[in-house]
């Protein structure tokens, strides 16, 4: 199947500090990336869709300033915790497909730990 | 809104053991359903799907059927082996929204034994 890497598996902050994290369709073209969020024993939960080119659409009680996602290239799209703090400690999961309706493959995860 | 409950890990089981996890879900309407199965230090990826009811899934030695009636789909698998060591979720692919969007169980881990 078709590959998507997040970068970095692991990324550990202080508080009040910006994380950057990257996800590419390596082999593939991905029209629409998902971002997703992840506490421990729960599930995963959907926070933004982004489609190339334009504004990321938020679920509802996703800060938008606080999460924001660009999706500049067919290839990248890249979430920013901006002020982070520990309650924002979490594994981000991001997912790609090429089409509406294709089958959506994922990343292996980001785990974010805020001190 | 939409949810979908699958059974609490870890399983523990012993190689050759039957496997089952359910899942049952809440859904409007007919929404396609899912299991993904993710192993250690990699992505999740999709292990079968059904889109429709009495549809049967099918891969890798695991199968899931749709009942609409019990709003389940659970997975089976005759003999499991140490290398289907991982955790699966459940998901379903509702109409809620604009569609393809992907609602997740809370993922159950598998740990099979020599």
Redesign the interface.
Same mark, same amino acid.
């Given at each position: %199947?078709a590959v998507?890497s997040?970068h970095p598996s692991w990324v550990i902050c202080k508080s009040g500090t910006s994380v950057k994290i990257e996800c590419r369709s390596l082999d593939f073209q991905a029209t @629409?990336m998902?971002w997703y969020r992840q506490f421990p024993?729960? +599930? #995963?939960m #959907?926070m933004a @869709?982004s489609n190339e080119g334009s504004k990321a659409t938020y679920e509802q009680g996703v800060e938008k300033d606080k999460f924001l996602i660009n999706h500049a290239s067919l290839t990248l799209s890249t979430l920013t915790v901006t002020s982070a703090h520990p309650e924002d400690s979490s594994f981000y999961?991001c +997912?790609a497909r090429v089409l509406?309706?294709g089958?959506?493959?994922?990343?292996? %995860?980001s785990r974010l730990t805020v001190l | 809104g939409d949810s979908v409950t699958q059974m609490e890990g870890p399983v523990t089981l012993s190689e050759e053991a039957f496997l089952t996890i359910n899942c049952t879900y809440t859904a409007t309407g007919y929404p396609s359903l899912f299991w993904y199965v993710q192993y250690p230090g990699e992505g999740l990826q999709l292990l079968l799907k059904a889109t429709k009811a009495d549809d049967k899934g099918s891969n890798k030695g695991f199968e899931a059927t749709y009942r609409k009636e019990t709003t389940s789909f659970h997975l089976e698998k005759g003999s499991v082996q140490v290398s289907d060591s991982a955790v699966y979720f459940c998901a379903l692919e509702g109409l809620t929204g604009g569609g393809n969007k992907l609602t997740f169980g809370t993922g159950t881990q598998l740990k099979v034994e020599l």
């Open positions: %199947g998507v997040q @629409t998902f024993k729960q +599930s #995963l #959907l @869709t999961i +997912s509406a309706g089958e959506l493959f994922f990343g292996e %995860g | -």
